[in-house]
């Protein structure tokens, strides 16, 4: 095993292969309303890294129906995972994320539930809520993270730092939840030092889940201006193989690896063009672990093998 897929985690939970179902609860993000920022992170497009499902499906059991039908006959699947990803799915009351939770859940087939948030946007009622599902439900909480350097996250206008981020990690911790961590490689002014410093600190805190997202350049953000100014150079697909690959090596091997890149939409990604084809960079990071004799967690201190 070169990596623990998340592919592999949910077969090996449930015996068969589950699907993820996108939602858009149609929320915002303190770094969007002017609670911390506006505009969002350099990188976010209007859609907030999500699908608009909320457009044309406000109702939440709508859109899980019509993912879940869609799933279904291409790929056959039985089991889904209600994904809410658009935005900050934290940021709200209570009582309406509730009510979006509970639609997903209603829905039969269901059996895992995945909360994508901020690290700055947790509260123990909001953590209580969420804990409530863990009961009867696969429940999955994703923190933005992205960096592990304070001065790559205010370059990036992420609103947070890593202490903060470290804060609501530790918070989300004292509950029955799956936690991932997004980060992304090749980000504005990082070193490939920067890089493997996060994926060390992440190693330290021990994740159930980590997502790798390599930095696209989307219509209509910050990072196209600082793009079309030649202020930004994105990674080539050798350069994000190779950082890939040293962060895997550093990540505890027991650590889901959910993501392995970026999954930009064809119609609003400017630049780099290789990261559309994501099956070749997969196949690319394979090869190159491979090549190197590794395996993640290769490189961990922690390691059982390492």
Known sequence: MVYYSFNQFLRERFGERVQKITLDAGLTCPNRDGTKGTGGCIYCDIRGSGNSNSQRYPDIKTQVETGKNFLAKRYKARKFIAYFQSFCNTYAPPEQLKNLYDQAVSVPGVVGLSIATRPDCLSEQVLDLIAGYADRLMVWLELGLQSSSDATLKRIHRGHTFRQFIQGYELARKYPLLTCVHIILGLPGETHQDMQKTARDLSVLHPAGVKIHSLYVSKNTALEKMYRKKKFIPFSREDFV?????????????????????????????????????????????????????????????????
């Open 242 to 306: 190779a950082s890939a690959c040293d962060t895997l090596e550093i990540l505890p091997e027991t650590t889901v690896i959910h993501r392995l890149t970026g999954d930009p939409r064809p119609e609003e990604l400017v630049a780099p063009q290789w990261t559309l084809e994501k099956n070749r960079t997969l196949d690319r990071i394979i090869e190159e672990m491979k090549r190197r004799n590794s395996r993640q967690g290769k490189k961990n201190e922690h390691s059982r093998n390492g």
